[in-house]
């Protein structure tokens, strides 16, 4: 089945800068790929997210990439502000299935 | 839209009681997934299933974790005589068909917190 890998598991950033979390898939039959962002307490909330056809999307300061090529995916947060800090979550799905699988989560802090 | 409506959202439970989670999944949606998230830890499929069917139970427990989905009301996850390790948040989350046009990512309950003591 599909296994995906996070990393890094915690990132502290200074507010203003780029934050970006990477994660990798293992089945090429993979083609579609959500974040997700949940606060602490909270529900896992839908950012953003990109299918196979496409190799980039952006939603004003996230962005997500895709190389299937080399099965990874990755999140960009620019000009991170506080209510950024969040755990998120990368996941992948394989078409004609329905489970989405998740990586580990990424805890990410903003430094004010 | 409510979203996807789960309860309770807190349960304490003693070891050996029966726990009853329910889900009722955003109006449209035909698909229903449970996950289970320990603290500090990842989110782990557990068990999706369709109206009256169990599509994938490859997640669950083989003992003591069951769950359903009638024709009517909304989906159960049922954990009997619990233990403290069952103590985790489980989310329910739902979705259409993955691949109709504008839905792909699936919408994820409050969660309901069990707690075992």
């Known amino acids: 089945g599909e296994n995906v890998e996070q990393h890094p598991s915690t990132l502290s950033v200074q507010e203003g800068d780029s934050a970006v979390i990477k994660c990798t898939y293992s089945d090429s039959a993979s083609n579609y790929f959500p974040w997700y962002k949940q606060e602490l307490g909270k529900r896992p909330q839908l950012i953003i997210d990109i299918r196979s056809n496409v190799g980039e999307k952006k939603d004003q300061r996230i962005a997500v990439t895709l190389n299937k090529t080399a099965k990874h995916f990755s999140l960009h947060i620019t000009e991170t502000q506080p209510e950024d800090s969040a755990v998120y979550f990368c996941a992948a799905i394989i078409q004609g299935a329905q489970k989405l699988v998740f990586g580990q989560g990424t805890r990410l802090t903003i430094n004010p | 839209n409510a979203g996807v409506m789960q309860n309770p959202r807190h349960l304490v439970r003693r070891r050996g009681q029966e726990a009853r989670l329910r889900c009722s999944p955003m109006k449209g949606h035909s698909h229903v997934y449970w996950y289970r998230q320990l603290p500090e830890e990842g989110l782990k499929f557990m068990v999706y299933?369709?109206?009256?069917?169990?599509?994938?139970e490859s997640g669950m427990p083989k003992e003591r974790f069951s769950a359903e989905f009638p024709k009517e009301g909304p989906s159960i996850l049922r954990i009997q005589q619990v233990v403290r390790g069952d103590s985790a948040a489980y989310f329910c989350?739902?979705?259409?068909?993955?691949?109709?046009?504008?839905?792909?990512?699936?919408?994820f309950g409050s969660g309901t917190r069990l707690t075992v003591v």
């Open positions: 989350a739902s979705s259409p068909p993955i691949g109709t046009t504008g839905q792909g990512g699936y919408t």
């Open positions: 299933l369709q109206k009256e069917n169990i599509i994938d």
